[in-house]
């Protein structure tokens, strides 16, 4: 089972959890009382379905998720940034969440 390390950086607050090969990183880390979202986006967000760009995280390594899909390039995010919701869960990674205002 691969094994996340989540860091807010709103609250600096650190949590590790594992998921199934394949999970959903949003899923994973609410799932486990951890958060992907700053302040009031928590609760005004597209439940994960990929349209706000609200769940944007930095992932290292890249290799260790899937690549970058329709949702992301519209967003035009950053190269070590996807969005949560999108993000599936293939080897250990780093997230740096809670980035987006």
Not at 6 to 14: Q, W, Y
Not at 35 to 54: A, D, P, S, T
Request: charged share 30%; net charge positive; glycine share 10%.
């Amino acid at each position: 089972m691969p094994k996340i390390k989540v860091i807010n950086t709103e609250t600096d607050e650190t949590i590790e959890l594992k998921a199934g090969y394949g999970a959903n990183l949003r899923k994973a880390v609410l799932f486990n009382e951890g958060e992907v979202y700053k302040g009031l986006n928590k609760f005004l967000n597209c439940r994960g379905h990929g349209m706000c760009g609200k769940c944007v995280v930095e992932i290292e390594p890249l290799e260790n998720v899937n690549p970058r899909g329709f949702f992301e390039n519209i967003h035009k995010l950053e190269a070590n940034q996807k969005l949560g919701c999108r993000v599936k869960v293939l080897g250990d990674i780093t997230v740096k969440a809670a980035i987006v205002d």
